[in-house]
C-alpha cells in the first residue's frame, strides 16, 4: 500500500530537520541576532559587524527571512522578527546559547555519530573529543560559559513552574545540587523571602553566579566541589536536570551522597522529564525521547521512567513519595523522594 503524501511530507521534514537548525545556531553563533538588537543593518552593514561574506550573509538572511527570524525593511535593511529575539543574548526566553550549544562543535558531530553509539552503548562525544563532555567543557572556557547560559536559559523558562511545584514548608535551607549559575536557587529564594540557600556545584559550573544571585547572595552560599564525592548539609534539595546527565551506577552515586547529607526529615526534589511506559502517550514526549538519544551520544546517561527512578533512589536509601507534573510547556516532573 502507497503511503500517504501527508505522511511522505512528514517524514520528509524529519529528514531536513537539520537544515533550520543549523540555520538558527549559525545565526546566533555569528551574533547576528545581537547586532540587530540596536536597530536595522543593512547586508553589508551586518557582514563588516560579524565577519562574514556579505553575499554568503545575504543569502542566509533570506532563508532566515523565510524561517520568521529577520524581515527586511523597505530600505533593504534588516530587522528582527519577535522569533528572531529570542535568540538574542540576554533576552528573557532567549534560546541563543541553546542554539549554539546543541547544535554546534562537539554536539553536532557527536549526534553524526549516533549509529556508532547504537552500536557500542557508547558516548560518541568521548570518541569525537578525546575526553568525557563535562571534561571537554572544563577546558574549554568559550564552550563551558554557553553550556552555563544554555542550562540558564532553559532553567528560567522551567523556574516558576518548578518553585510552585515544590513545597518547602518547614524547610529553612535549600540545596541546589549541580545549580550552575543559581538560577532557580534564585528564583526560590525570590519565592520565599524567609529561606537560606546553598548553591552546589564545581568551580566552573557556578559561573556568574554572583551576578545572578545579586541582592540574594546575602541568603545564599556558595560551595564548590564534586558532587561524586559529598554535598553540603541542607533540609532539603533540588536536584535538577543532573541525574539524566549519568548512567545508574554514577546517578546513584550522586544520590547517595544527597541521603548522606541529609536529616532524617530532609527531602529531595528530583527534576526531571518522566518517560511514559505507554507507547501510545510517546509521540506527546518528543522532546524527552530526542533528549535521551542526546544522552546516549554525549554523556552516557538517559531519561527514565517512573519505574526507573523508583530503583536508582531505593538503591540510594531514598524512597520514592510522589510525581507530580510541572505545568507547562517545561516538560518536567518533581519526583519528591524522603530518607527510606
Known sequence: MTAPASERARLAELVFGFFPAQLVQTLARLGVPDALGAGPLSV????????TQPDALGRLLRAATGLGLVRPTADQRYVLTEGGELLRSGTPGSIGNLAQLFCGDAVWRAWGELEWSARTGEPAFEKITGRPTFEHMAADPTLGAIFTEAMAEGTRMAAPGVVATCDLTGVRTLADVGGGNGTLLAAFLTAHPGLR??????????????AVL?????????????????VPPADA????????????RRSVRILSRVRAAMPAHGVLFLVEPVLADDPDALAGQRMTLMSDLNMLVCTGGRERTEQDFTALLNEAGLRLDTVTAV?????????RAVPA
Open 44 to 51: 553589508d552593514e551586518l557582514a563588516t559587524r560579524t565577519g
Open 197 to 210: 540557600g546553598i548553591l552546589f556545584d564545581s568551580p566552573e559550573g557556578v559561573g556568574d553566579a554572583a
Open 214 to 230: 545579586g541582592r540574594l547572595a546575602a541568603r545564599c552560599e556558595v560551595v564548590t566541589g564534586d558532587f561524586f564525592h559529598a
Open 237 to 248: 534539595y533540588v536536584v535538577k536536570s543532573v541525574i539524566h546527565d549519568w548512567d545508574d
Open 327 to 335: 505545568p507547562p510547556p517545561t516538560g518536567y516532573s518533581v519526583l
